[in-house]
């Protein structure tokens, strides 16, 4: 008997239907019973996926449910677009005293939000102190030394330009 099995990918082939005898509920509907069948009572079962919609998410989660599995969905920092994942974790019958959904990583601070009354106007300088026409000057001495050729310096050095039409 199976304990715990893992899985990127194959809940999105068993949904996917090319042709209009495929049938993405029987597929789940066979695939978690068999897996549901084959593990032992209480055992783990977690499975990495990316779901093209919510309705499809539903669907999955609904198939699931209905073969005799507990648990739930797993969403690993749920406010990033690139480092987002979901997990399904389900449990073969009722879980083991002691087992619970895993916490999900990225959602420490979310109790929280952090809020300030005051505006921020204008840009953040990187450069720390250094005013611009600093640092284009300390730039040019830079390019002189390594022996380029480099613009005189006059008193428009580092002033923003006026808009032409």
Known sequence: AVVSTQSTGVLQWLCNADKVSHNPFKRLRKFFTMLYSSMRQGGRAVFQLYP???KQMELITEQATRCGFTGGVVVDYPNSTKAKKIFLCLFAGVPVLGAQLPRALGTEGEDTVQYSNERQTGKKRKRGEISKKEWIQNKKQRRRVQ???V???????GRKRKPKF
Not at 151 to 157: G, L, N
């Open 52 to 54: 093209e919609s919510p």
């Open 147 to 149: 022996g380029k050729e």
């Open 151 to 157: 613009t005189m310096d006059s008193k428009y050095t």
